[in-house]
Nanobody, 123 residues
Framework: QVQLVEAGGGLVQAGGSLALSCAASGFIFSNYGMAWFRQAPGKGREFVASISRSSARLEYSDSVNGRFTISRANAKNTLYLQMNSLKPDDTAVYYC????????????????WGRGTQVTVSS
């Protein structure tokens, strides 16, 4: 069955960095676009970044553009998110998702999600 397992979250001070990973299994990883979304307390799930199957197409939300980098290693069935210059507003549970389309910022285009990893940024 399809499984997505996030790792790498934690507590970091503002201005610091974290690297998240998402291990995929149960499907041909290289056939699917992938993305990171996040959900802060009391808010809905928010798009962070997406990547197409071959990494040719990358998209970022305005709030993280220039600070976060999405990447993937198809040979390792793994998705990554490098987060630099973290801010308290980045505090959220971060989820990886599998896309039904080439690339999308719309949560409705994603059919499988991991359980998430908590990122907390202190001021």
């Amino acid at each position: 069955q399809v499984q997505l397992v996030e790792a790498g979250g934690g507590l970091v001070q503002a201005g610091g960095s974290l690297a998240l990973s998402c291990a995929a299994s149960g499907f041909i990883f290289s056939n699917y676009g992938m993305a990171w979304f996040r959900q802060a307390p009391g808010k809905g799930r928010e798009f962070v970044a997406s990547i197409s199957r071959s990494s040719a197409r990358l998209e970022y939300s305005d709030s993280v553009n220039g600070r976060f980098t999405i990447s993937r290693a198809n040979a390792k069935n793994t998705l990554y998110l490098q987060m630099n210059s973290l801010k308290p507003d980045d505090t959220a549970v971060y989820y990886c998702g599998r896309s039904r389309v080439v690339s999308s910022t719309d949560e409705q285009d994603y059919d499988y999600w991991g359980r998430g990893t908590q990122v907390t940024v202190s001021s």
